[in-house]
Nanobody
Framework: QVQLVESGGGLVQAGGSLRLSCAAS????????IGWFRQAPGKEREFVAA???????YYADSVKGRFTISRDNAKNTVYLQMNGLKSEDTAVYYC??????????????????WGQGAQVTVSS
């Protein structure tokens, strides 16, 4: 069982930045695909970004150019740097993991493990 813990959420003004972290308990972290999803009140969970074990990265169109996903395998941690935040980015952000994984990274079904979520609130 892989444990995922998100941190770094908070309240920020529009145009500001936050960095989320997702720390994993798995020693073979480098073999995992890690995804970030978010869920706003009354909406379905949606894909934000992913980092595959191949080092490929993927982004939703809504965050491309503003968000950057990166990973430090030595620390078993994936980061989501969020710049130029907008009010519509307000949501609970979840990280998710699957060992290996395919290039289909944007669906919740592509992941086996989930963190508890971190609230990000952007005030306008």
């Amino acid at each position: 069982q892989v444990q995922l813990v998100e941190s770094g959420g908070g309240l920020v003004q529009a145009g500001g930045s936050l960095r989320l972290s997702c720390a994993a308990s798995e020693r073979t972290f480098s073999s995992y695909t890690i995804g970030w999803f978010r869920q706003a009140p009354g909406k379905e969970r949606e894909f934000v970004a992913a980092s595959r074990w191949t080092r490929n990265t993927y982004y939703a169109d809504s965050v491309k150019g503003r968000f950057t996903i990166s990973r430090d395998n030595a620390k078993n941690t994936v980061y989501l740097q969020m710049n130029g935040l907008k009010s519509e980015d307000t949501a609970v952000y979840y990280c998710a993991a699957r060992q290996w994984g395919t290039s289909v990274v944007a669906t919740t079904e592509s992941y086996d493990y989930w963190g508890q979520g971190a609230q990000v609130t952007v005030s306008s």
